[in-house]
T-cell receptor, first 113, second 114 residues
């Protein structure tokens, strides 16, 4: 079992809709959780990080963390065609382990005009 | 700001050849990483370094070696390249302070082994 799992997609949503991206992780002691966005042919860039249970909002993006269910999600409100990219979930393990950062396989999002 | 710089950007190797991918960061970060990215596989951690002088294996270390030359530089070596090592390689660094391990990535190296 991979440590961090995501649906590979593609996930297709119409412009203006809410896109919901999901991620589960196997290490119950995982501490910090990150969402990265990667455009085709480019490097990943950080969108948000979260480490407490609940919701964290930043503009059109909301990260949700449920440690009991080992589940983290990213909601994108008012989706735009420019949001079309691959979204990568990343996790740091128990005790941080020197900043070890494990990624999921990514979910490809397509926002249709 | 340069951030994380990787060289080269593209490379073609023949099976059995060796090469070293170079990575340098100018953000005074403690931790550095090497990942490979294959279609549908996300980013897989090859090796990481929590601080100067330390290195640890990640998810897919076989066939690779690394050197943390100093705080700025972290190199990845392929001693005998194989077609299975054809991939895009990313170097990254993070400040690794408390809960914050936000990683910044280089532009990637596209490696083809024929």
């Amino acid at each position: 079992q991979k440590e961090v799992e995501q649906n590979s997609g593609p996930l297709s949503v119409p412009e203006g809709a809410i896109a919901s991206l999901n991620c589960t992780y196997s290490d119950r002691g995982s501490q910090s959780f990150f969402w990265y966005r990667q455009y085709s042919g480019k490097s990943p860039e950080l969108i948000m990080f979260i480490y407490s249970n609940g919701d964290k909002e930043d503009g059109r993006f909301t990260a949700q963390l449920n440690k009991a269910s080992q589940y983290v999600s990213l909601l994108i409100r008012d989706s735009q065609p420019s949001d079309s990219a691959t979204y990568l979930c990343a996790v740091t393990p128990l005790y941080n382990q020197g900043g070890k950062l494990i990624f999921g396989q990514g979910t490809e999002l397509s926002v249709k005009p | 700001n340069a951030g994380v710089t990787q060289t080269p950007k593209f490379q073609v190797l023949k099976t059995g050849q060796s090469m070293t991918l170079q990575c340098a960061q100018d953000m005074n970060h403690n931790s550095m990483y090497w990942y490979r990215q294959d279609p549908g596989m996300g980013l897989r951690l090859i090796y990481y370094s929590a601080s100067e002088g330390t290195t640890d294996k990640g998810e897919v270390p076989n066939g690779y070696n690394v050197s943390r030359l100093n705080k700025r530089e972290f190199s990845l070596r392929l001693e005998s390249a194989a077609p299975s090592q054809t991939s895009v390689y990313f170097c990254a660094s993070s400040v690794n302070r408390g809960m914050n391990t936000e990683a910044f990535f280089g532009q990637g190296t596209r490696l083809t082994v024929v």
